[in-house]
């Protein structure tokens, strides 16, 4: 599972040789990153390596509820707990007893709920609502949080004893914008996916998309990524996919770009022109390196002409 992980940047490669360690040990676990870096994919990919892997994985999304019922939710009632309460009911981490639960978006429980799941992790024991005992359980917990933690603290509005207790194992996920370089290859993986669940046949992007693709900052990282695929699926093109593919907005968004991909390019055969197809020379007029030029000979399939022959053929 931790070799599906997707990337061949610096930081993926570094994340595939920590996690093993991670999910080996006993460990808590806190994991850190903008939303949508695919932060229950990591906790996910560690329960299933760990020796706990034939045991519940549960998840919890903090942000989802209210203060009010967080008690019933992560402990259990017990039947007449209160009005309503027909029937009992075990809890999230008494679901999860023996395995992983992971505590999504824990940065946005209030300070009481914080209390409570402290408690918790340094006692092992949940008390169920309208119970009569305390329930012991036997949990692995992975934290996750979409903001610094460290100015939360200074600012009161995260238990720094909670933070101890949990930052025992750090991940960091850096954003997309920060590993552009695995872009190609989570398109390819989102747009395989796709193809194989509704049996379509959707192609590569052309050197055009990927420009755009690479260019853009992905504010909603993997997830905007992979939901932008999946719009492309609405109607699907045959063949190469190009930007007149995309959704409006994201149209929209890259209109720009393809300006500045199109002068690029007549920039570059203009300059090739102009020094009868020297790379050198031209590398030189552009103030590229070789290497540059040649990518760029590539991404925009441009080839040196011959008598008779059109630039772009």
């Known amino acids: 599972m931790i070799g599906s992980l997707i990337g061949c940047s610096q930081s993926m490669t570094n994340l595939r040789e920590y996690l093993p360690k991670v999910a080996r040990s006993e460990a808590n676990v806190l994991i850190t990153g903008e939303t949508g870096t695919g932060k229950e994919r990591v906790a996910e990919s560690i329960h299933r390596e760990s020796p706990r892997h034939d045991q519940p994985f549960v998840c919890v999304n903090c942000a989802a509820i209210p203060d009010s019922l967080i008690e019933s939710e992560l402990f259990g009632y017990e039947r007449g707990a209160f009005t309503g309460a027909q029937e009992g009911y075990p809890g999230k981490l008494r679901l999860a007893n ?13 300070l009481a709920a914080q209390a409570k799941v402290l408690r918790v992790i340094e006692s092992r024991e949940v008390f169920p609502l309208g119970g009569r005992r305390m329930v012991s359980i036997n949990l692995r917990f992975i934290a996750a949080i979409n903001q610094d933690v460290e100015p939360l603290i200074t600012q009161r509005r995260f238990r720094s004893d909670l933070y101890y207790r949990l930052n025992v194992a750090r991940i960091l996920l850096p954003p997309l914008k920060d590993r552009k370089e695995d872009i ?11 193809n194989l669940r509704l049996e379509a046949s959707v192609g590569k992007p052309s050197p055009e998309l990927l420009h755009c693709l690479m260019s853009y900052d992905w504010p909603g990282n993997i997830r905007e990524l992979r939901n932008l695929v999946e719009a492309i699926f609405i109607d699907p093109p045959r063949g190469t996919i190009a930007v007149v593919d995309l959704p409006e907005s994201f149209r929209q968004i890259f209109a720009a770009y393809v300006t500045d991909s199109v002068a690029e390019k007549e920039r570059l055969v203009s ?43």
């Open 184 to 194: 190609p290859e989570l398109l390819v993986h989102f747009l395989d996916q796709f």
């Open 271 to 313: 300059t090739l022109y102009k020094t009868n197809w020297n790379k050198s020379k031209a590398a030189i007029q552009l103030n590229w390196s070789r290497m540059t030029l040649y990518r760029k000979l590539a991404k925009y399939q441009i080839n040196e002409p011959t008598a008779g022959r059109h630039l772009f053929e």
């Open 98 to 110: 023996g395995g992983t639960v992971f505590l999504d978006e824990i940065g946005d429980m209030s």
